[in-house]
């Protein structure tokens, strides 16, 4: 039996799939205990499967089970839990949950409640990394509620600009603004679907970054006022603002730069007062100058790749910093080796607008080998329920370098076999041998561009 | 399939189970428990709710809209102005005409049990800068029934307020007349609905707001004088209970009947407002005379 040290002695997973097997993995490691939660849907989920116990908190719809926030705090107070982790997605971001645990004497995984509220609010978010000198996307200061006042900013700024919303993510609420005549037709379509999507239409505008690249900073802080990062992450292959292909690090940045923007990095958490684990999102333009976007607090979905280059489980370093363990590791000695990448493997299909496809897995092969990593809640014989979101798979590779990583990522999606349901596998083969992407030569815009070109992988060797 | 296939006791301490939703009950402080009132139970629809997201959604049920019954402190903050409300006629002498039994201890346990001294608080306050006299009845004090002390408050508020060219406005909530007090009761009718009518000679505003529920002999008599009578949502209106009405008159009774929309359509009420444009649809009218 493993002997757990720390505080925390049983973890209730506050989520479902491959993060949550991916947290409970790390429990059974530290030798916590683990409390899995699920829906009717989820009840032969692996992840349901692995956990100690498990606890069914109601329907398939996750409004009615993973989102359903008092019956969470039951199942952790019934099976004696003493914290929560949130995943991704879900409650994780949710402020009034966060504030809820702490109410109920549950260690939250993850930042306050405070934190979480200020940081969730992107134009507050903004403010506060603009009085603590963080370059943010030039923009406006104080959140803009008409069409009339934004119009004015927008006009000063110049064209084109990005209308975002305040309470916005996923794309909703956003957008993209080429010339003044559309202005005041895409601020009310944009502040209409941030009013549907988060029940706010606080918007607030950006300058628009036409190709760009969407570069992350994986933060670490403890309950003690010690921060640090983990390098870089470029998350600029996107689809309709969703990731599909990440790495680490960045090809499109220098020692210096990394050096630059980690310590900014740094000073923009310490800003937010943060603990525990998060990103801090940044926006690089052709010129290498690069702007604050948004901090998310939570642990991501990519993560994984950081993992990969440092060596350090992300996981366990929440798990710790939330049992009130300072941190044990320092800025100089992380150290990046060599070079990761992971792609998303959804349950999707491209040709048909991406369209979801659930579905009885039939047959089931995952590559291995030398610096392959695959975090996954699929098994043989396994239903995809309708309910969720389509990721299922998160392959990921890491090597010396980025032209051998992409090489074996080739292999590795070349290797990788899932039939039964329609998957985006073929699609990420088609971006992993792309000219453009093996010549690092990539932005936010490269997905669009290759749908609209219709691109077809001629120059696959 | 891999139920029951991971071999999980040698890693960790615990055994598998299933675990049923219920509850322990935790001795030691240091455990996660959920503190008493974090969580409420919508009658309507059951949902187990926040508490916090009810309070800040206007004490409306988050999950089906149900109007949760509020008590006349938290009506106050809603409608006046910050700190701007006055108390009149706090702790008249408790009437017990009839020597009723158990009336006067019911009575005292009720003060301590809400911290009101009677089924009405009434007064005076501002709503967006315009002085108003405003009463408002309680639902948790013997269900807001109409005793002597209720008619007497309600009384000399509306002649202050004609004496003092103010508007009135009532938030009426009631089961009627209060049994306890017999024909005492009953007379209240009379009593404030002649107050009424002096302050209506004198040309002033009277707006009626009716909550849930308003029925017998508040329903019956000042509930419906209103200049103008407004209504919440879902409402409870009506003079006898269906059952009483349904025996009588040997019918069904339609659909939604004695609700406020049901008032509505059938020209007993003037508007149904939401609670959260209550303040400002009441601040419209008061300013307008």
New interface residues.
Partial sequence: ??E?KYKIK?VLIANRGEIAVRIIRAC?EM?????AICSEADK?A?HA??A????C?GPAPAKDSYLK???I??????????AIHPGFGFLSENS?FAD?CR????TFIGPSSEVIAKMGNKAEARKTMMDAGVPVVPGTKEPVYTAEDGKKLADNMGYPVMIKASAGGGGKGMRIVEREEAFNKHFETASQEAKNAFGDDTMYIEKYIPRARHIEFQILADNYGNVIHLGERDCSIQRRHQKMIEEAPSFAISEVLRKEMGEVAVRAAKAARYTNAGTIEFILDQDDNYYFIEMNTRIQVEHGVTELVTGIDLIKEQLKVASGEPLSISQEAVKIRGHAIECRINAENPLNNFLPSPGLITSLHFPGGNGVRIDSAL?N?YKIPAAYDSLIVKLMVHDANRELAIQKMRGVLGELVIEGIDTNIDFQYQIINHDDYKKGDIDTGFIERLINKKEVPENIS | MLKEMFKKNDLTSAGRKQVQLGGKIKESLDEAQIPDGLFEKCDKCNEIVYSEDVVSNYYICPNCGMYFRISPRTRLSMILDKESFQEWDKELPVSDPLNFPGYKQKLEHLKVVTNLDEAVITGEGKINDTPVAIGVMASNFLMGSMGEVVGEKLTRMVEKATKRKLPVIIFCCSGGARMQEGIISLMQMAKTAQALKKHDEAGLLYVSVLTDPTTGGVMASFAMLGDVILAEPGALIGFAGPRVIEQTIGQRLPEGFQKAEFLLEHGFVDKIVKRNKLKQTLSMLVKSC
């Avoid at chain 1, 100690?52 to 606890?55: A, F, P, R, S």
């Fill in positions: 039996m493993i757990n049983k059974r030798g916590i205990s683990t409390v032969d692996l499967q692995l100690d116990e498990t606890v908190i926030m008092d019956r705090i039951s199942a952790t107070c019934a099976t004696g839990a003493d009034k809820l109410k109920c004497n549950i098994y014989g």
